[in-house]
């Protein structure tokens, strides 16, 4: 009897380790989840001191997300002064995006001098892409000045682009003079890629003494190929070569 006495005191001091474990665990949990915001938060397990904190805590969070524009905000937590700063800042950034064109421009909230400011750097970075042929350019921005200078700019560009071969390329744009010089930039870089064999080779372009020209420059890259062992080496041309200079050799 009395080892079933003490039996039966020992699990009950078990169970009551337990329930205390379990009931510590639970309240741990709930700390966490109303620290974090994550998963309910049942303030009847908190401390009267942790009930303040985390008041306070969840307070300032909103406070910040109404501040940053990140995550929820409950204006109605918030105090008149705290109320106004968040319109003020929510203003500033809305300024900060008009200014930067980044992110989305509400112009209904500007003032008049914010706008007036918007408005100066908008036709100042548009300038900026008419220039530069980059982004959107809009010409009706442009005052009769600025207007010319583009085209001027644009005009250079084109024949830069034509020049080189690079970019598009409008032809109708050149003047006879200039029409004339990249015909012949154009003929010369044909020529090479011709000679070289790199890059798009026309030979319909090549007037006779050229096209010799490129014969020759492609029996001598032929003997250097097949000298040097490369797989772009065409023996039958090597061979035939040879077979042309020994018939052209005197006889001794």
């Given at each position: 009897m009395?080892?079933?006495?003490?039996?039966?005191?020992?699990?009950?001091a078990?169970?009551t380790?337990?329930?205390?474990?379990?009931?510590?665990?639970n309240?741990?949990?709930?700390?966490?989840?109303?620290l974090?915001?994550?998963?309910?938060?049942?303030?009847?397990l908190l401390?009267?001191?942790?009930?303040k904190q985390?008041?306070?805590l969840?307070?300032?969070k909103?406070?910040?997300?109404?501040l940053s524009?990140?995550?929820?905000?409950n204006?109605?937590?918030l105090?008149?002064?705290?109320?106004?700063e968040?319109?003020?800042s929510a203003d500033r950034?809305?300024?900060?995006?008009?200014e930067?064109?980044?992110g989305?421009?509400?112009?209904?909230l500007?003032?008049p001098?914010?706008?007036?400011?918007?408005g100066?750097?908008e036709?100042a970075?548009?300038l900026?892409?008419?220039?530069?042929?980059?982004?959107?350019?809009?010409?009706?921005?442009?005052?009769?000045?600025?207007?010319?200078?583009?085209?001027?700019?644009?005009?250079?560009?084109?024949?830069?682009?034509?020049?080189t071969?690079?970019?598009?390329?409008?032809?109708?744009?050149?003047t006879?003079a200039?029409s004339?010089?990249?015909a012949?930039?154009?003929n010369e870089?044909n020529?090479?890629?011709?000679?070289?064999?790199?890059?798009?080779?026309d030979?319909?372009l090549?007037?006779?003494?050229?096209?010799?020209?490129?014969?020759q420059?492609k029996?001598?890259l032929?003997?250097?190929d097949c000298e040097?062992?490369?797989?772009?080496c065409?023996?039958?041309?090597?061979?035939?070569?040879?077979?042309?200079?020994?018939a052209?050799?005197p006889?001794?």
């Amino acid at each position: 009897m009395k080892r079933f006495v003490i039996l039966s005191v020992l699990v009950g001091a078990l169970a009551t380790a337990g329930f205390g474990q379990s009931a510590l665990s639970n309240k741990q949990s709930n700390l966490q989840n109303c620290l974090e915001g994550f998963g309910p938060c049942n303030h009847s397990l908190l401390t009267p001191t942790q009930a303040k904190q985390i008041v306070n805590l969840q307070r300032d969070k909103n406070l910040w997300n109404c501040l940053s524009g990140y995550g929820d905000c409950n204006r109605s937590t918030l105090t008149p002064a705290q109320a106004k700063e968040v319109v003020e800042s929510a203003d500033r950034q809305n300024l900060l995006t008009c200014e930067t064109t980044l992110g989305l421009c509400n112009k209904s909230l500007l003032t008049p001098a914010e706008a007036k400011q918007v408005g100066e750097i908008e036709k100042a970075q548009n300038l900026v892409n008419c220039e530069t042929n980059s982004g959107i350019c809009d010409n009706s921005l442009l005052s009769p000045a600025q207007a010319a200078t583009v085209a001027g700019l644009q005009r250079q560009d084109n024949l830069l682009a034509c020049e080189t071969g690079q970019g598009l390329c409008d032809n109708s744009s050149l003047t006879p003079a200039e029409s004339k010089e990249v015909a012949s930039a154009s003929n010369e870089r044909n020529l090479l890629a011709c000679k070289i064999g790199e890059g798009y080779c026309d030979d319909s372009l090549l007037n006779p003494s050229e096209a010799k020209e490129v014969a020759q420059a492609k029996s001598e890259l032929n003997i250097l190929d097949c000298e040097a062992g490369e797989t772009m080496c065409n023996q039958s041309v090597l061979n035939a070569q040879k077979t042309k200079r020994s018939a052209t050799k005197p006889s001794s």
